[in-house]
Nanobody, 118 residues
Framework: QVQLVESGGGLVQPGGSLRLSCAAS????????MNWYRQAPGKERELVAA???????NYADSVKGRFTISRDNAKNSVYLQMNSLKPEDTAVYYC????????????WGQGTLVTVSS
């Protein structure tokens, strides 16, 4: 059994910053790609940022230059530093990872709400 638990969401004013964290726990041999998705009300879930086991990162065009994804392999954790936040960044943010346990598992966290509003 593998779980992902996110934290760090909340209410922030436009232009502000937040740092999301996601920690994996359970029977983990290794973790491949770790991702952050988000889903705004009435919209489909979209990929925000991804990072490989080696640290290569990719971003959605809408967050390039504002968000930074990073990971700590020793802690089985991934982070999303979000700067210059905009109201359109308001969404539930989900952590996702491809985990090698007793078999390969595609695991989702429960989500954390980010609200950008004045």
């Amino acid at each position: 059994q593998v779980q992902l638990v996110e934290s760090g969401g909340g209410l922030v004013q436009p232009g502000g910053s937040l740092r999301l964290s996601c920690a994996a726990s359970g029977s983990i041999f290794s973790i491949n790609t770790m991702n952050w998705y988000r889903q705004a009300p009435g919209k489909e879930r979209e990929l925000v940022a991804a990072i490989t086991g080696g640290g290569s990162a990719n971003y959605a065009d809408s967050v390039k230059g504002r968000f930074t994804i990073s990971r700590d392999n020793a802690k089985n954790s991934v982070y999303l530093q979000m700067n210059s936040l905009k109201p359109e960044d308001t969404a539930v943010y989900y952590c996702n990872a491809l985990v090698q346990s007793y078999k390969y598992l595609y695991v989702w966290g429960q989500g954390t709400l980010v609200t950008v509003s004045s």
